[in-house]
């Protein structure tokens, strides 16, 4: 059955940084566009980043632009993300997804990020 | 930006009542929409793509309908799993953006 899990979540300080992964299994990662979003304490869902299936093509939301970076590695079939610069108002669970045209047909379970001095 | 605009916020019903909810896009995104559910402390999961096509998996009582600005998302009769969040979700061609309506909260009445 297909599968995404997530890693990396972690408690860090305002200005830290963290790499979260999203490790594929039982689908073919290197055919799928992917996303990162999240989604904050009691709030509804913000997508961040998407990436295409070469790494060739980024696309970022404005309010991350600059501080966040999608990469992956098909060879490992794993999706990543290095936030930079961390705010507490980053403070979220954190999924990766895979793209089906413009719709998300299989998610992570979430790793949750906790931005606090 | 289009903008997903659900309502209503919450929904209080009953087990075996029919709920609609809808999802209404500030400008026309054609039938290019799709629902997920999310449950607490659970992932979302789509539950229909193409305004009205259902998901491997989703049972027959989930339905969508709609195309243009205005959609709806019909469960025909409410299972007790079926309480949760529902959001509706389409993507800006350009630039490439992809947005959530802000939820609808189908709780037990």
């Known amino acids: 059955q297909a599968q995404l899990v997530e890693s990396g979540g972690d408690l860090v300080k305002p200005g830290g940084s963290l790499r979260l992964s999203c490790a594929a299994s039982?689908?073919?990662?290197?055919?799928?566009?992917m996303t990162w979003m999240r989604q904050a304490p009691g709030k509804g869902l913000e997508w961040l980043a998407y990436?295409?299936?070469?790494?060739?093509?980024?696309y970022y939301a404005d309010s991350v632009k600059g501080r966040f970076t999608v990469s992956r590695d098909n060879a490992k079939d794993s999706l990543y993300l290095q936030i930079n610069s961390l705010r507490v108002e980053d403070t979220a669970i954190y999924y990766c997804?895979?793209?089906?045209?413009?719709?998300?047909?299989?998610w992570g379970q979430g790793t949750l990020v906790t931005v606090s001095s | 930006e289009i903008v997903l605009t659900q309502s209503p916020v919450t929904l209080s019903l009953s087990p075996g009542e029919r709920a609609t909810l809808s999802c209404r896009a500030s400008?026309?995104?054609?039938?290019?929409l799709a629902w997920y559910q999310q449950k607490p402390g659970q992932a979302p999961r789509l539950l229909i793509y193409?305004?009205?096509n259902r998901a491997t998996g989703i049972p027959a009582r989930f339905s969508g309908s709609g195309s243009g600005t205005d959609f709806t998302l019909t469960i025909s009769s409410l299972e007790p799993e079926d309480f949760a969040i529902y959001y509706c979700?389409?993507?800006?061609?350009?630039?490439?953006?992809?947005?959530f309506g802000q939820g609808t909260k189908v709780e037990i009445k």
């Open positions: 039982q689908f073919t990662f290197s055919d799928y566009y």
């Open positions: 997804a895979r793209n089906l045209n413009y719709f998300f047909d299989l």
């Open positions: 990436i295409s299936v070469s790494g060739n093509t980024i």
């Open positions: 979700q389409q993507r800006d061609k350009w630039p490439p953006t992809w947005t």
């Open positions: 193409d305004a009205s």
């Open positions: 400008q026309s995104v054609t039938n290019s």
